[in-house]
Each structure stands twice: as structure tokens, then as C-alpha cells.
């Protein structure tokens, strides 16, 4: 098969004897064995099969058979939760001694990791800002062995050139990792421009209804067996039943990028001239500096756009509080629209320079347009902002 929407409706559905038309739902923690021989050659991994369900389980199986296909990448693993993710990728890969690479603009809890958890084991990281991508040559030492992005950032929406990044970390021979959480697969696949892993939290859009927690590495092949050999034994396995939520939840994941996509658009071009506002950014938005690259390797410009409020935090306090429908959560890329104020909650254990360095103001929302209909978003944004002066 050949077609996005087709690949993931029709791959990997798991059948027991009972002739379903839909994957059931396998809650199990563990399998059992024919014989005491297929155990140990199970054991040995000279048979393949179920063992145990924090190594896998075919709901797990089934999710991952179908990203791997929507990424273009060899295997994968389900996480417990996107940071989960976030962590098996950098710890499984590296070791005391080693260094990072990273675009600045990162997740707040990403940036946590980075400057307070490895540290303690010996990793370290620079910062790089891709305003300046001349200057990363500087950057790489001789102990650099990864390059850490996200394209579009969260919540700055910053767009790397996935093709420049590729080509330097082939180069300088580091594992590229790519944060692909908020365009999804559907929008683009990192691996196809030479990232070594690809991760999402697919609490997200992969979900895309606020139901369950899930994350995702996806990669090379021998990459992804060190990973393995890492989850394996540290136990941030998926539970079976959100596994099985995120398998249903990519069948339908292209129709509703494509309406939040169009939501998200015509809400930015609705605000962009607004006069309470000092700017509104979305990548497929002429005016964001990056349209260009984002039209070059993205399909759509995706669901969250940023809005900068007149007045501070303040304003933007006051504009949060006189929402009707949008809902007021640190999630995203939920079929509701959701409004969150990074600069107090997901980015608040930065400082104020570190905020500033990522153009995370006081004044910054990020809203994440759901898929209600369009003129009842913008009817809510626009009564709030008028009631928030």
C-alpha cells in the first residue's frame, strides 16, 4: 500500500480465532509457552513471540507497525508517555562522557533533562540557536554524539530545516533525534531527511481526544535495539489498553489533521491584523519567518498557532479567564481547542532569560485550534480578547 489514510486504517490489525473486524484488546501482562523449549528459545531471541507485556504486546505491536509505516522508519517502541520517549531516546543512546547537541527551543520538561537530570550522570548539552545555524559548526566537540530538535517547537513554533540538520549530523556523525510531536507523521516524516530517531508523544494528536498517555521511538533498526535492550529493563512500557486506543486513534489521525490544519489557518489569518495583539505566528502563515522552509517540508502548517497579547501576563491572564468554550489545559492536539499560558505553566521552571532566549514572552499563548467549527473559535477568541482590554 502506498497512501497515508489506507496504511493506517489496514496495518497491523491483530486477529485472534474469533474472526473480528477489529483488533481486540490483549490485557495481559504476560503469554504462555507451547514447551519449555520455545521459553528459552524466546528467551534467547532466536524465535520471535510474546514474553512478557512490558517488552511487548500485540496492541503495542499493532501501534507500532502502523507509525513505523507513517514515519518511513525500520521499528519503534511504545512509551508509557511522551517524556518517557523523551528519555529512553537520549538514555539508551548515550553514556557518561557523551554530549548533546540541541536546537534551544525546546519542551519545557525536554530542557529539564537536558539541564538537571543528565548532568548528573555525566551527559551534557549546548544549545543552539538555529537563527544561527552557521555558528553550530562551533558547537560540536569531539565528545558530541547527538543532535536533539523539535520541529515546529513548542510552544515557539520555530521551524528547522530538516535537510540542512540531516546533512550536519551526517556529517559530524551524530544521531540526529527529531521531536516530531507537533506535526505528526501525516505532516512530516523526519527520517526521509536523515533523522536516525524520530519521537512524539502521542498523548497529543496521535490520541487526539485527551484519553490516554503514549509515547514513541522510531528509528534504525540496530538504533532501536539498544533502545529495546534500555526499555526493557527500565520499564517505561505502555499499558496494553492505551497501546490500543493510539493503534484506533492513527486510523483516523489524516482527516483530523486535515481539519485542524484548515481551523488553524483560517484562525491566524483571521487575527493576524488584530489590534490587541503584537503578532500571531503559524507556519503556513506568510508572515512566519520560516514560511518558506515550513511549506518545503511540511503538507500542512499544523494545529497550534501562537498569539502575543498586548499587556503582559496580566492581559493574558485576563483574556484566559474570559474563555466560554475554549478549554484552559496544558495539554494539545485535542479535538477541543485549548488555550495554555507557557510562560506560567509548561516553560515556568525556566528563568525569565531562558524564556526570553526561546521568545516564550509573558504576553505568549499558545492555542491549540480543535475541531469545532471555525466561526465558533474565532467568536470565542475575539469576545475574550475584547473583554480582557
Known sequence: MSHFETDAIRIGSSKSNQREHSAPLYLTSSFTFDSAEEARAMFAEEIQGNIYSRYANPNSSELLE???????????????????????????????????????SLFGSTHQLLTRVFPKWGITSTYGDISDIANWEKLVQP???????????????????????GKFAAAHNLILVVDNCFATPYLQQPAKWGAHIVTHSA????????????????GKSELIKEVQFFTRHTGPSISPFNAWILAKSMETLAVRMDRHCENALSVA??????????????????????????KKQMKHGGGIITLNLKGGIERAQRFIDQLQMISVTANLGDSRSIITHPASTTHSKLSEEERAQVGISDGLIRLSVGLEHQEDIIKDVENALEKSR
Open 203 to 218: 498523548t497529543k494528536y496521535i490520541d487526539g481526544q485527551g484519553r490516554v498517555l503514549g509515547g514513541l521511538i522510531l
Open 269 to 294: 489569518k483571521y487575527f493576524q491584523e488584530n489590534r490587541d495583539l503584537e503578532f500571531v505566528k503559524y507556519p503556513f502563515l506568510a508572515s512566519h519567518p520560516q514560511y518558506d522552509l515550513a
Open 143 to 165: 565528545n558530541t554524539k547527538m543532535l536533539f530538535i523539535e520541529t515546529p517547537s513548542n510552544p515557539g513554533l520555530e521551524i528547522i530545516d530538516l535537510e540542512w540538520v
Open 66 to 104: 502502523k507509525v513505523c509505516a507513517a514515519e518511513g522508519t525500520e521499528d519503534g517502541i511504545a512509551t508509557a508517555s511522551g517524556m518517557a520517549a523523551m528519555f529512553g531516546s537520549i538514555a539508551s543512546l548515550l553514556q557518561q562522557g557523551d554530549h548533546i547537541l540541541a536546537s534551544r
